[in-house]
């Protein structure tokens, strides 16, 4: 995971969710771009039950 990004799921959510809608089209462009591992941030995430959702581009 990324050093610049929160290790609180929660802030993570927050964080990776705004920088998807004002930044990136896909999610596979911010992994790319800010250096985080797919996997792992959808690890992270499914700790809160969210999941990608590549229709609207959010952890939902």
Same mark, same amino acid.
């Given at each position: 995971m990324n050093a610049n990004l929160p290790k609180d799921p929660a802030m993570l959510l927050s964080v990776v969710n705004t &920088? +998807?809608?004002? #930044? #990136?089209? %896909? +999610?596979d462009d911010f992994?790319?771009? =800010?250096?985080?591992? =797919? &996997? =792992? $941030? &959808?690890?992270? +995430? %499914?700790? $809160?039950?969210y999941v990608y959702n590549e229709e609207t581009n959010q952890f939902e």
């Open positions: &920088k +998807l809608r004002d #930044y #990136y089209f %896909s +999610l992994c790319q771009a =800010e250096d985080v591992n =797919e &996997k =792992e $941030l &959808k690890d992270a +995430l %499914s700790a $809160l039950d």
